[in-house]
């Protein structure tokens, strides 16, 4: 079972672990084909925290995909397909700064190992 179902199981609804990994991701809007790439800052039960190269208005629907990150205690070489929704953006104010994109889930799929896709 992948990682992320244990941190739905063992955390609290007060408290939500956010685990910091730093892979990247693929996203897009719900229904795009092209993916934009992405940068994760953590992972929690219910959504994600990443930089991202192109900005997506808040609650629009989007897919990601990403390798599962060691820290969730599943397999690592596992594909993991979502579907989630942006509700909160940070837009950088200093040229140095990437933009911030945090994502609620509303379901995932485990594709397997790499060697798979």
């Known amino acids: 079972m992948w990682g992320l179902s244990r941190l739905l199981k ?11 990994t730093d892979a990247r991701l693929h996203y897009r809007k719900a ?16 959504g994600i925290l990443f930089h ?3 900005m997506v208005e808040l609650n629009t629907p989007v897919e ?14 596992d594909l993991v397909h979502c579907r ?8 950088p104010e200093a040229p140095d700064s990437r933009l911030v994109l945090a994502a ?3 379901n995932y799929h ?6 798979d896709w």
């Open 64 to 77: 990601m995909e990403f390798v599962q990150p060691p820290a969730l205690g599943g397999r690592a070489e």
């Open 110 to 115: 485990v594709f397997g190992a790499q060697s």
């Open 31 to 46: 229904g795009d084909f092209s993916w934009s790439l992405g940068r994760m800052v953590n992972i929690s039960r219910t």
């Open 52 to 54: 991202a190269g192109k």
């Open 10 to 20: 063992r955390q609290s609804p007060e408290r939500l672990e956010r685990l910091p």
């Open 84 to 91: 989630a929704k942006i509700v909160r953006a940070v837009v």
């Open 104 to 106: 609620k889930f509303s």
